[in-house]
């Protein structure tokens, strides 16, 4: 049988496209979210090994606590070893002539360890010498030469310390950035050791890196490093550059790689997406073999050779496909690390293939689409010869068979529904997804009692169409079973896909809610010394900003909640900017932080203080605020419409994350404020929205394959049907029916099928996405159903429209034989 299972493979290639092309698109998701894992760790390893590359030993205190001054001295008298560079880093205030910030300070090592990479100038050799990143140089308008201005860090604005401890530091080089994911976007700055003692307040050294003497026995310093400094009183790690870069990487994903885990629970969906679909196909193209397989038996065929035979057809297509899918998943990562590699700043994105991937997706791609056959086989020789030979029957309600898969489905349904609905209510999603699966799974099992009554009531519409909709709609079920399992597969993409439209949008109006709530202003702007009203207008003027309004200090709280400013807030200006009515002022009340935990507080004016009932906002952020009326009755409101002003600023909705990023720099450069002076909510809320709006892309992309290898079992059912019913169109023909109009009768069928699949699915997804994310999100956010109807038509017009692409080739079929050849086909 295996000559006969490698012939139908090659002689009838074209009827396993579809199994081929979901095994390929579920092994590429897989093995692509493998890849994705060890590609995020070979990429952080090349970036946050760069560091101490140079390196032999990395010494460090294992509790993360400093290392004393004197660790660099007392390892270095060590035999063996050759030279120690002191990490030591540190913050201080850098002014420009066009802007004043925050930046980091680190001194260098010796060529011998260092792996600071120069772009232009020499490294500095006294003090009032720095070398400065070259694309914060850039930003800053710097040029070797060039002076700037240093200070420590103070409690005052970064100006006054500048304007009162202000020293002149030359640039004498510029330095590539570093590519450590925790220096990105600072401001790098290098200087000698006494330099950054004298910019620095409590600077230390967290690291020592160690070079060895040529010969030296690394085993025997690393204990002598750690015996020198344990005697010192501190908890030594001593490990080598490709060791700790191992262990950076673990802590800086918590030892975990979360979007791995993320990527890998949509991947076993696909995985099931794709089991499922090559079942349906296989079960399709069984069902075109009946007969050939039928006389197969007749012809001494065993059954056991008969199984087989199919299930190495399966095991041919799923290793070819598996192979094509880590391939493809392999393409894409190697396309996207390209891409990365060109951007600045991640020139250091590093592409790993593991061994892991390739075997899991090749392991997985096979078995599954081996496991997905055997009922398929197991149906290819359940029936006696002479009577697969005859048309099946349909295992209806009226048959055992019937009878207990409708009991099976039953029980499924009701249980999976009470587990959901529990899992709901409590919001816990281990006790949802078990009862989503097991209901939906006996929904498909009881499809046979409503699949085909429904295609009945809808094919009533297809009536005005005359004849060709009046047949269509009595052959669209005149084969239950058939009609039942091409909507099933149907259903089954359609339902995921609607499932995670209604989940992500339930979940992006629940984290949007939530979000609101917590954090009520999308942007707040510290002006320092600009007038607010010059302010304002210039803010305004943005595009992406829909309001600007700015809060006034009018009063201070008492001692009991720590000496709070009270700011006053009109009613107009809180709701044109605030996103949560909890944060609305109210008269003869202070509205307080989440979490205040007083009932009443004092509130000092001008001329008066009042004690006023708390009412706290659901938000941790927000200033305490009061209406006009009550700032009114504390005294004269004062004029603090110049230095120290707070602008509040709302966006535009459909603002993204770039475009708030950029606003953000915009506002910043147009204001001439430093960057930490602007700070909000809007980023979070837009990265949040722009993360699901991907993950639903690519989820939706891959199951949106699923429903068009659905729709291709439309297309084989079709097929199906016209061979069974040659006879019986050639005499349509002969009655005078013509070629369009039974081109028009396919069509009909396969709409009818498609559309109330497409109607069940998106039903069922609406439902299963709520619950998904009431299940999931619960316990964080009030989660309100919230449904993209536009998105969920787009569905069912894109499966309708689908169903008439895939009559095409059968009405083709059956349009182009005559008559007459009809009529003499054997029945």
Known sequence: MLTVALSQ???????????????????????????????????????????????????????????????????????GVKEVHADVQGVF????????????????????????????????????????????????????GDTAQGATLGEGSLEESIASSGIALTIVGLSEPSSHPFDAGMIQVHAVETQLTALTVDAAAFR?????DDGADAVNVREAVRAVLNDGGVNASVLTSAEQTTEDVAALSGGQDQLTIVLLAFAVVAVIVTALVISNTFSVLVAQRTRELALLRCIGAG???????????????????????????????????????????????????????????????????????????????????????????????????????????VALLVGGALLLALGAASSNLLIALPGGAMSFLGFLLCAG???????????????????????????????????????????????????MMAGAQTSRTAFDDALAQNYPVDLAVMLEDKESAEATGTLLALEGVEAVVEPTPVATTGEESGAQTVYMLPAPDAEAVLRSETAYPRNDAVIMPDGTDLNEII??????????????????????????????????????????????LKLDDSLTSGEITQLRTEIVDTLGLSEYLVSGAALERATFNQIIDVLLLVVTALLAVAVLIALIGVANTLSLSVLERTRESALLRALGLTRGQLRGMLAVEAVLIAGVAALIGI?????????????????????????????????????ILAGLVASVMPARRAARLSPVQGLAVEG
């Open 763 to 799: 039903a069922l997804g609406m439902v299963y996405g709520w619950l998904g994310a009431q299940s999931a999100l619960g316990l964080v956010a009030v989660v309100t159903p919230s449904f993209p109807w536009l998105q969920l038509a787009g569905v069912l017009l894109v499966a």
């Open 449 to 499: 009692l409503f699949v085909p009554a429904l295609v009945t009531r809808v094919g009533a519409l297809a009536k005005p169409l005359g004849v060709p909709g009046t047949l269509a709609a009595i052959n669209a079920v005149r084969n239950p079973a058939r009609t039942t399992a091409t909507a099933t597969a149907l259903i089954v993409g359609v339902t995921l896909v609607s499932m």
């Open 208 to 212: 020592l890196q160690v070079a060895l």
């Open 603 to 648: 509130v000092e004016g001008s001329f008066a203080e009042r004690s006023l009932p708390v009412v706290e906002a659901e938000s941790r952020t927000l200033v305490p605020l009061i209406t006009e009326e009550t700032a009114a009755a504390l005294g004269p409101v004062p004029d603090v419409s110049g230095a120290g002003s707070i602008l509040w």
């Open 303 to 409: 059954r056991g050779q008969i199984r087989r035979s199919v299930l190495i057809e399966a095991a041919v297509v799923g290793t070819v496909a598996s192979a094509l899918g880590v391939l493809l998943a392999a393409a894409v990562m190697w396309t996207l690390v390209t891409i990365a590699q060109t951007i600045p700043g991640s020139e250091f994105a590093t592409l790993a293939v593991p061994v892991s991937a390739v075997v899991s997706g090749m392991v997985v791609g096979i078995g599954m689409t081996i496991a997905a056959a055997l009922v398929p086989a197991r149906a290819a020789t359940a029936v006696a010869p002479l009577a697969a030979l005859r048309p099946a029957d349909y295992a209806g309600i009226r048959t055992r068979r019937g009878r207990v898969r409708l009991g099976i489905g």
């Open 9 to 79: 493979v090659s002689r009838h290639a074209r009827r396993y496209i579809a199994v081929a092309l979901a095994v390929m698109l579920g092994v590429g998701f897989l093995a692509a979210t493998l890849m994705v894992g060890g590609t995020t760790t070979a990429t952080l390893q090349n970036s946050i090994g760069t560091e101490y590359a140079k390196a032999d030993l990395v010494v460090s205190d294992a509790n993360g606590a400093a290392l004393p001054a004197d660790a660099a001295d007392r390892v270095s008298g060590l035999p």
């Open 93 to 144: 205030v850098l002014g420009a002539s066009s802007r004043t910030d925050v930046a980091s300070i680190a001194s260098f090592a010796s060529p011998e360890l260092d792996s600071l990479t120069l772009e232009q100038g020499r490294f500095p050799q006294t003090d009032g010498e720095i070398i400065i990143d070259g694309e914060s140089a850039e930003h800053l308008g710097l040029a070797i």
